[in-house]
């Protein structure tokens, strides 16, 4: 029981990260909202994981689409890696 909860608490956790990555790219239409402390603190948050995506895939004329594959990557383990990985600890125990 207690492994469910774990597991419902990091789908939350990765829902909530995806939130604030979606934010902090509407962030970017606004001018000089990410020198604010709330674009400071998801710049310091979401960077360091946008940031490999920015380096694989380049930005396509002006727009960048990495944080859509980093989106991407995030539902892809919250739906399927954190389910497979329940049911396979739940078979064991």
């Known amino acids: 029981m207690i492994l469910y909860y774990i597991f419902k ?3 939350a956790a990765l ?3 995806s939130f604030a990555i ?3 790219i509407f962030m970017s239409w606004v001018p000089s909202s990410r020198e604010t402390t ?5 710049a310091s948050t979401c960077e360091p994981y946008l940031e490999p995506f920015r380096k694989i895939i380049p930005p396509i004329g002006m727009i960048d689409i990495s ?4 989106l991407l ?5 919250s739906s399927y ?3 497979g990985l329940y049911q396979m600890l739940a078979g064991i125990m």
Do not use: D, E
Request: charged fraction near 10%.
């Open 81 to 83: 890696g954190l389910t």
């Open 22 to 24: 979606i934010i902090y």
């Open 15 to 17: 829902t909530i990260y």
């Open 73 to 77: 990557v995030i539902r892809f383990a």
């Open 9 to 11: 608490i990091l789908g």
């Open 67 to 70: 944080p859509i594959v980093a």
């Open 38 to 42: 709330i674009g400071r603190f998801l």
